[in-house]
Each structure stands twice: as structure tokens, then as C-alpha cells.
């Protein structure tokens, strides 16, 4: 049981570290924009991919775990859809 923990942390930390690098990336092409250096467009684009790629696996993780909790609020689950019975079904007795 321990190392299956362990093992999601590693999971969960490598969208983290690249989140952070994703940032770190735009960081440095604003900073080097204010510097005079020119706007680097690749740089950017790269840095909000990972930023934004590694934020969405971190945020929805979290609200996974959170709904099977049942820790989330009602507004923002899915609302099951009933399914209509098909001509063949057997009616539930």
C-alpha cells in the first residue's frame, strides 16, 4: 500500500514540475521583453502549453478525489440523465 502512494505522488509531481517550468518560461519572455530583448512568440506558447497542461492534471485531480469524497458542491457535478427503456427491455421487477 505504501508504494502505490509513493507512486502518486511521482504521478502528481511531474505535471507540477512542468507547470512550474511552464511559468518559469513565461516569466523569463516577459522579463526579457521588458529588457529590450524582443517578444519570444515560441517561448510563450510553450510556457502557457505546460503551464496550463500541468494546472488542469494538478486542478482536476484534486476535484476528482474531492467528488468521490463527496466534498464537492452539488452545482458542480454532473447531473446523472435517466435512461429511457428500450422496445426489448425487461421491465425491473
Known sequence: MIY???LAILILCIPGATGVYGWTLLRDVFFDYVAGE????GWFILGTLLFLGGLAFVGGFLFYRDAKRN??????LRKKKKRKPAPGDQPEA
Not at 71 to 76: F, K, S
Open 4 to 6: 502505490q502512494r509513493i
Open 38 to 41: 524582443g517578444f519570444q512568440w
Open 71 to 76: 466534498q464537492v458542491q452539488p452545482m458542480l
